[in-house]
């Protein structure tokens, strides 16, 4: 993975709640065993008409919005744990995704792939959504080592919590693996001062 750096973005908005990891990548689109090519399907059936023709209604298929931040509803990424709806969030471009409440699986999948999930309060996702509406070009601003999510155009700003393991493997580019190669000689050490009976 590469490694998490905080960045300035532009933000889309997709104020629908309890949206399931089948609405995020569909069950059909899971044949694959690499990380790549998922974007290209993520809400599939939200993003498509019939005869594979662009949603003019549906939010990305809108040039009005952009960015690396997604905004969604309450309890993002509920239903099952398909680790392939961090994939296709993140394939597709997205870096964080901000919401009021997200399933527990969801926030370990989407940590463990590069994409950072932001717990907001329900006030401040509202005041998000009013922003992105007012202007769509807004600005927010996702520091991960500070663990601040700001709003560039007023400099409001709100702390959020991240566990510190997987904060860590996110700012170094780490997965689990990574991590436990970055800490091989000490794991041998340990390994070698073991009394064996």
């Known amino acids: 993975m590469k490694k998490y750096e905080s960045f300035v973005s532009s933000a889309v908005p997709l104020p629908i709640q309890e949206i399931d990891t089948d609405q995020i990548i569909p069950a059909r689109f899971l044949k694959a065993t690499t990380r790549e090519g998922f974007g290209e399907n993520l809400f599939r059936d939200w993003r498509y008409l019939p005869g594979n023709v662009p949603n003019p209604d549906f939010i990305l298929n809108d040039t009005v919005y952009g960015?690396?931040?997604?905004?969604?509803?309450?309890?993002?990424?509920?239903?099952?744990?398909?680790?392939?709806?961090?994939?296709?969030?993140?394939?597709?471009?997205?870096?964080?995704?901000?919401?009021?409440?997200?399933?527990?699986?969801?926030?370990?999948?989407?940590?463990?792939?590069?994409?950072?999930?932001?717990?907001?309060?329900?006030?401040?996702?509202?005041?998000?959504?009013?922003?992105i509406e007012t202007n769509p070009k807004s600005?927010?601003?996702?520091?991960?080592?500070?663990?601040?999510?700001?709003?560039?155009?007023?400099?409001?700003?709100?702390?959020?919590?991240?566990?510190?393991?997987?904060?860590?493997?996110?700012?170094?580019?780490?997965?689990?693996?990574d991590y436990l190669l970055s800490i091989q000689d000490s794991i041998e050490a340990f390994e070698a001062n073991q009394v064996t009976f």
Not at 146 to 161: H, M, R, V, Y
């Open 67 to 131: 960015g690396e931040i997604l905004v969604a509803g309450k309890n993002f990424g509920c239903g099952s744990s398909r680790e392939h709806a961090a994939w296709a969030l993140y394939d597709f471009g997205f870096k964080a995704v901000i919401s009021s409440f997200f399933a527990d699986i969801f926030k370990g999948n989407a940590l463990n792939n590069g994409l950072l999930p932001i717990t907001v309060s329900p006030k401040l996702l509202d005041e998000i959504f009013e922003k």
């Open 139 to 177: 600005q927010f601003k996702v520091d991960l080592e500070n663990q601040k999510f700001t709003i560039l155009d007023t400099g409001k700003s709100t702390s959020f919590e991240v566990d510190p393991y997987k904060k860590m493997c996110l700012l170094n580019g780490y997965d689990d693996i």
